[in-house]
């Protein structure tokens, strides 16, 4: 229970005490105060971190009073809430946002100098949670912003990892992970509540009994349980001072599970089954796209989602709810398969702790959900093995298996006689081993299944779910993905923001089509070349960086042509890489002159799962052929590569907005949608990609003459792959691609060493699954139009121009609007 005992009577006890530091003084006051009580410190003795600490504490409070507001007013409007749920969360660094989210930038910054510090110095000195892969935790990150800013009732639910996505390091060009250790100099954003922790069971068996009312009945008989410890983040809107809340779990071990142990008398074991219990939020697993299947990994998707189901019905509802109506207050949205156990979760908890019949929790169950497919990739489609299911959840197992034989029985009713079909669709594959299809469940299950840009969507009907979409039509619908224009342009790109809003207001932060009335200043050359000089103090901003961050020399005047993503085969790193072996290939050899060579440098930033072999080979030969065309005078410097390491959301900050060129060149009908894509346009970057995920909106929008469009379409690879796709046929009948293998294979970039990338080089001559060969002279002569245009400054800049102008449907506002018409069917509360 929460609250006073008794009815409090001073004025102040019933609102929220805010000490909002509303001037400089007040400011720098609020400031000193954090540094000597939460510090400890006296600001001549206090270090950058402390300094750091004592900003973030001062910001946060300024925050309180809005997120106290917040969570009352929603509560007593008791309005349906968005339940975000997903195992990753990519949020960036937190300072600069809630400093912009609040307009507090100037206040600190002159408060701060007014006591001799440097506001960006503080900012830099935080490090980013990085609690996620790549594009699907960071695009939870940037819906959580969106629902705050557009007043949108929601909680986000996850785990706080204890390590995040690992710290990239090089070593002789080779990938070598560090573990990243975010919390290591404190965690000022975080509101830890033990008082509120949650129990979560696991293993054991079910049995059945008699109820009180001679109902045969089912309960789980749990072996060991763990304890879910709540961490408050605030989630600040724009300006509009509404906070809300993402809830981070993390695990600890119950007493009672020590006790037990240590009554048996062994404390080491006891030690253990404490470190054990931890575990399960220690770290975040590091595959992007590709589920290991690992029974750590299904521990953490059970712990995250039974202790946020527990917190929202038991904390968020008054008391006494009567549950048939949870879906007027509630849509829980499952970010990918990961979340999908909650499924059954809500089944149990409606049948066995609260009495209902499986007819009516399945009504509510299947009310309460919805379902987001992030992927193409059969790979990446979670399959459970009932082995460890059973082992770890029994009760959820039996439960799942009873929704698959009541939906079977839907299935052999709507296509009588048609048995093959009801064996596709069983949510329970019995090959290679006895396995649940989450993606079948999330299906059954949700209201709504949705994928992540037109072309995904399409294909997600077509031809990973098909049987599903006959049966159900109406519950599959699409809705593009978005980005966060606070982060990535109003924060990441300051100097731009500024011209857009001389040009046309600032209203387009919070309303950014708006960005379309910039299309008549693309024309205007004034505003072209102020356009030109943000661009070039970027790309200068990214120098700086770069060279005090990685010792990395980046020429000037260079086209920056951009490649950042994990590294994956289907993303096609190695296509990127064959463009620049040849343009080196073809100097050396004398086909092309070095005066010819349009000036570029090409930046790759890119992440490997650490047992992703062909991954890391490519990253191998990505710094390898970097050391040799660095070194190389002969090129004069017009070629450079720079891989710097451990890309993350605080360099991409600074990259993209620097960039020329974005580099999307997925085969097409792999990348689900990029959201990445989305974040260089709407900086002026010009891209050159596939048709694929949201590369074709984003073509459609800003045009053909402004998109660098090659290779073949989803439908020609189909095509391709079903003829039978040979790449060796490619390397023999194409010299120019010929010649850049055999220059690898040479030894050229391996000190002579003939063999050193044989993995990486054979794998493309006989398999190349993601056809980068095929994909070759189409690359090559999109790059030739990219140089002829770069050639034409005015003609770039206009396209660059308009580039940032027909971009605006790419916010993240925008697809949490989409959510609410076509999947939440809720509206902001205002
Ligand atoms: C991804 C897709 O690969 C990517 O194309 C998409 O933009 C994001 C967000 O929808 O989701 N799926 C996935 O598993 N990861 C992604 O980035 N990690």
């Known amino acids: 229970t929460y609250g006073p005992a008794s009815t409090p009577t001073h004025p102040l006890a019933t609102a929220p005490v805010g000490t909002p530091p509303f001037s400089v003084d007040g400011f720098v006051r609020e400031f000193l105060h954090e540094l000597n009580t939460n510090q400890g410190v006296t600001l001549s003795r206090s270090s950058v971190n402390d300094q750091y600490l004592a900003l973030a504490s001062t910001v946060k409070n300024y925050l309180m009073a809005r997120w106290l507001e917040t969570n009352r007013k929603t509560r007593e409007a008791k309005v349906k809430t968005i339940g975000y749920l997903s195992a990753e969360y990519l949020l960036g660094r937190q300072l600069g946002n809630a400093l912009l989210a609040t307009d507090l930038n100037d206040i600190a910054r002159q408060g701060l100098e007014l006591c001799g510090l440097d506001l960006p110095t503080l900012r830099a000195q935080e490090v980013e949670p990085g609690l996620g892969n790549g594009g699907l935790g960071r695009l939870a990150a940037c819906f959580i912003d969106s629902m705050a800013t557009m007043d949108v009732p929601s909680i986000g639910y996850g785990i706080r990892y204890e390590y995040g996505i690992f710290r990239q390091t090089f070593v002789d060009g080779r990938q070598v992970e560090q573990p990243d250790t975010w919390l290591a100099l404190g965690s000022p954003w975080e509101f830890p509540h033990p008082e509120a922790a949650v129990r979560v069971d696991f293993g054991g068996h079910t049995e059945t009994y008699v109820d009180d009312d001679g109902r045969e009945r089912c309960r789980w008989i749990p072996a060991w349980n763990v304890l879910g410890v709540p961490y408050n983040y605030m989630v600040p809107g724009y300006l509009n001072g509404r906070v809300n809340t993402l809830r981070l779990?993390?695990?600890?071990?119950?007493?009672?599970?020590?006790?037990?142990?240590?009554?048996?008398?062994?404390?080491?074991?006891?030690?253990?089954?404490?470190?054990?219990?931890?575990?399960?939020?220690?770290?975040?697993?590091?595959?992007?796209?590709?589920?290991?299947?690992?029974?750590?990994?299904?521990?953490?998707?059970?712990?995250?989602?039974?202790?946020?189901?527990?917190?929202?019905?038991?904390?968020?509802?008054?008391?006494?709810?009567?549950?048939?109506?949870?879906?007027?207050?509630?849509?829980?949205?499952?970010?990918?398969?990961?979340?999908?156990?909650?499924?059954?979760?809500?089944?149990?908890?409606?049948?066995?702790?609260?009495?209902?019949?499986?007819?009516?929790?399945?009504?509510?169950?299947?009310?309460?959900?919805?379902?987001?497919?992030?992927?193409?990739?059969?790979?990446?489609?979670?399959?459970?093995?009932?082995?460890?299911?059973?082992?770890?959840?029994?009760?959820?197992?039996?439960?799942?298996?009873?929704?698959?034989?009541?939906?079977?029985?839907?299935?052999?009713?709507?296509?009588?006689?048609?048995?093959?079909?009801?064996?596709?669709?069983?949510?329970?594959?019995?090959?290679?081993?006895?396995?649940?299809?989450?993606?079948?469940?999330?299906?059954?299950?949700?209201?709504?299944?949705?994928?992540?840009?037109?072309?995904?969507?399409?294909?997600?009907?077509?031809?990973?779910?098909?049987?599903?979409?006959?049966?159900?039509?109406?519950?599959?619908?699409?809705?593009?993905?978005?980005?966060?224009?606070?982060?990535?342009?109003?924060?990441?790109?300051?100097?731009?923001?500024?011209?857009?809003?001389?040009?046309?207001?600032?209203?387009?932060?919070?309303?950014?089509?708006?960005?379309?009335?910039?299309?008549?200043?693309?024309?205007?050359?004034?505003?072209?070349?102020?356009?030109?000089?943000?661009?070039?103090?970027?790309?200068?901003?990214?120098?700086?960086?770069?060279?005090?961050?990685?010792?990395?020399?980046?020429?000037?005047?260079?086209?920056?042509?951009?490649?950042?993503?994990?590294?994956?085969?289907?993303?096609?790193?190695?296509?990127?890489?064959?463009?620049?072996?040849?343009?080196?290939?073809?100097?050396?050899?004398?086909?092309?002159?070095?005066?010819?060579?349009?000036?570029?440098?090409?930046?790759?930033?890119?992440?490997?799962?650490?047992?992703?072999?062909?991954?890391?080979?490519?990253?191998?030969?990505?710094?390898?052929?970097?050391?040799?065309?660095?070194?190389?005078?002969?090129?004069?410097?017009?070629?450079?590569?720079?891989?710097?390491?451990?890309?993350?959301?605080?360099?991409?900050?600074?990259?993209?907005?620097?960039?020329?060129?974005?580099?999307?060149i997925s085969l097409a009908g792999m990348e689900a949608s990029g959201t990445g894509n989305m974040k260089f346009a709407l900086n002026g970057a010009l891209t050159i990609g596939t048709d694929d995920g949201a590369n074709v909106e984003i073509r459609r929008l800003v045009g053909d003459k402004h998109f660098f469009l090659f290779g073949m379409s989803e439908p020609e690879v189909a095509e391709l792959g079903a003829k039978g796709y040979t790449p060796g046929s490619y390397y023999e009948s194409n010299p120019q691609l010929k010649a850049a293998l055999d220059l690898i294979l040479s030894g050229e970039f391996s000190e002579g060493d003939r063999h050193m990338f044989d993995s990486v080089v054979y794998n493309l001559l006989h398999q190349d699954r993601f056809m980068a060969l095929a994909d070759f002279q189409s690359y090559i002569d999109a790059q030739a139009r990219v140089e002829a245009k770069y050639a034409d400054e005015a003609a770039w800049t206009r396209s660059a121009i308009l580039n940032v102008a027909r971009t605006g449907y790419f916010s993240s506002d925008r697809s949490m609007r989409d959510y609410l018409q076509r999947i939440w069917h809720t509206t902001p509360m205002i």
């Open 249 to 664: 779990w993390s695990a600890q071990a119950t007493k009672a599970f020590d006790l037990q142990i240590f009554n048996a008398g062994d404390y080491a074991q006891a030690v253990r089954a404490q470190t054990f219990a931890e575990n399960i939020s220690k770290v975040l697993y590091p595959e992007d796209s590709t589920p290991q299947g690992k029974e750590l990994r299904l521990q953490q998707q059970y712990f995250f989602v039974a202790c946020s189901l527990r917190d929202f019905l038991d904390n968020e509802l008054e008391e006494g709810f009567d549950l048939h109506h949870l879906s007027e207050r509630i849509i829980f949205q499952l970010n990918d398969t990961h979340p999908v156990i909650a499924v059954p979760e809500l089944m149990r908890i409606l049948m066995d702790e609260k009495g209902f019949e499986w007819e009516e929790a399945w009504e509510v169950t299947k009310s309460c959900f919805a379902y987001t497919c992030h992927t193409l990739l059969p790979e990446a489609l979670e399959v459970w093995s009932t082995e460890l299911l059973g082992r770890l959840l029994p009760r959820h197992l039996e439960i799942i298996f009873g929704i698959n034989e009541r939906f079977l029985k839907e299935v052999r009713a709507a296509f009588p006689g048609d048995e093959m079909r009801a064996r596709r669709m069983s949510m329970i594959a019995e090959y290679p081993e006895q396995g649940v299809r989450m993606a079948y469940l999330a299906t059954v299950a949700g209201t709504k299944v949705n994928g992540v840009a037109e072309l995904h969507s399409q294909l997600l009907r077509d031809k990973v779910l098909p049987d599903f979409s006959q049966l159900w039509p109406d519950k599959f619908t699409n809705v593009t993905n978005g980005v966060t224009p606070r982060r990535f342009v109003r924060m990441a790109n300051p100097k731009l923001s500024e011209l857009i809003t001389d040009a046309i207001g600032s209203n387009w932060v919070t309303d950014l089509e708006r960005l379309k009335e910039l299309e008549p200043y693309a024309d205007d050359p004034e505003f072209q070349a102020r356009f030109s000089e943000i661009k070039a103090w970027n790309k200068k901003r990214l120098t700086d960086l770069l060279r005090q961050r990685d010792g990395i020399d980046l020429p000037s005047g260079h086209l920056l042509d951009v490649m950042v993503k994990r590294l994956h085969e289907y993303k096609r790193q190695s296509l990127k890489l064959l463009h620049i072996v040849s343009l080196y290939e073809r100097v050396l050899s004398g086909t092309l002159a070095v005066e010819d060579l349009t000036p570029r440098t090409v930046v790759f930033g890119a992440k490997a799962a650490p047992g992703y072999r062909m991954a890391k080979d490519t990253i191998h030969l990505i710094n390898k052929v970097a050391k040799v065309i660095n070194a190389d005078e002969r090129l004069e410097g017009r070629l450079k590569v720079a891989f710097p390491a451990n890309y993350n959301v605080t360099l991409a900050e600074k990259l993209i907005p620097a960039a020329d060129l974005s580099e999307q």
